[in-house]
């Protein structure tokens, strides 16, 4: 099993449209959690952290943390085509070190 | 937020020769940098972690006579590509975090390309 896994897509949604992105995480002690974006030939962005259970909310991102299910979501509302890119969920892992493990990245298409 | 500087961001490279890269945190001390890599339209691979005043811890898979990793101090760590062949030729990518519990500041990247 992968540490951190996410479906690798491409999503593709209309603009105007909520888009969902979802990650699953195999330490089960890990505290962190954060959401990338990522454009092609570009270092990862950060657009989300999220540390408690629950939803937290920035602007048009909502992260969604569900720590007993090993779950992290991130919705999009009102996409735009500027937000299509690649989206990497990270997860920093608390047995054998500090670290940050990235998931493959699940690509987003907003289709104007 | 927190910067990181990463330096090259692009270098070419003959088969054989040795490349180095560093990455800087600008405004915070970090005594863990890490090291990714990434080929085109494929994830971000974790290689090492960089660790202040020690050795650097590498993942399963990567060879550290390769990738020679130094973290002299709490701000800069470089990772030299040794003799550098074209299966070499990728996005490197360094971060670091002031604490294990923030996010973590990457660089702005570093495409080599040995040829």
């Known amino acids: 099993q992968k540490e951190v896994e996410q479906n690798s897509g491409p999503l593709s949604v209309p603009e105007g449209a909520i888009a969902s992105l979802n990650c699953t995480y195999s330490d089960r002690g890990s505290q962190s959690f954060f959401w990338y974006r990522q454009y092609s030939g570009k270092s990862p962005e950060l657009i989300m952290s999220?540390?408690?259970?629950g939803d937290k909310e920035d602007g048009r991102f909502t992260a969604q943390l569900n720590k007993a299910s090993q779950y992290v979501s991130l919705l999009i509302r009102d996409s735009q085509p500027s937000d299509s890119a690649t989206y990497l969920c990270a997860v920093n892992g608390n047995t054998g070190g500090f670290k940050t493990i990235f998931g493959a990245g699940t690509r987003l298409f907003v289709k104007a | 937020g927190a910067v990181v500087s990463q330096h090259p961001s692009w270098v070419i490279c003959k088969s054989g020769t040795s490349v180095k890269i560093e990455c800087r945190s600008l405004d915070f001390q970090a005594t863990t940098m890490f090291w990714y890599r990434q080929f085109p339209k494929q994830s971000l691979m974790l290689m090492a972690t960089?660790?202040?005043?020690?050795?650097?811890?590498?993942e399963q898979g990567v060879e550290k006579d390769k990738f020679l990793i130094n973290h002299a101090s709490l701000t800069l760590s470089t990772l030299t590509v040794t003799s550098a062949h074209p299966e070499d030729s990728s996005f490197y990518i360094c971060?670091?975090?002031?604490?294990?519990?923030?996010?973590?500041?990457f660089g702005q990247g570093t495409r080599l390309t040995v040829v």
């Open positions: 999220i540390y408690s259970n």
């Open positions: 971060s670091a975090a002031p604490d294990r519990n923030t996010e973590a500041f």
């Open positions: 960089s660790n202040e005043g020690s050795k650097a811890t590498y």
